[in-house]
């Protein structure tokens, strides 16, 4: 429950990528959270503390998914500012 509002950021990043014609961001981001990092959380997590890692390993992966969002969004930020990027 407690990574649930960092899952917020993570899709409205991945939706404003989507606006500003970034398909491919906007796809890798919403790849992050269910296949780049639950897949492999749920493959490892339990095996080394049973139950508790299959609880575990969503959080994890919110988190780790909305690290990735802030990278990529903090970038495109600053490409904007500077003016490099002018695809919008």
């Known amino acids: 429950m407690l990574a649930f509002p960092v899952v917020g950021f993570q ?11 970034k398909p491919n961001k906007a796809i890798v981001l919403s790849l992050t959270r269910q296949m780049l ?3 492999p959380l749920l493959a490892f997590l339990p095996g080394m503390f049973g139950h508790t890692g299959v609880w575990m390993s969503m959080p994890i992966a919110d988190v780790l998914s909305t ?8 970038a495109q930020i ?3 500012r500077s003016g490099e990027d002018r695809s919008i």
């Open 11 to 21: 899709i409205v990043t991945a939706n404003f990528f989507q606006y500003i014609g």
């Open 37 to 39: 990092f639950l897949v």
């Open 67 to 74: 690290l990735v969002a802030a990278v990529l969004i903090v």
């Open 78 to 80: 600053r490409k904007l």
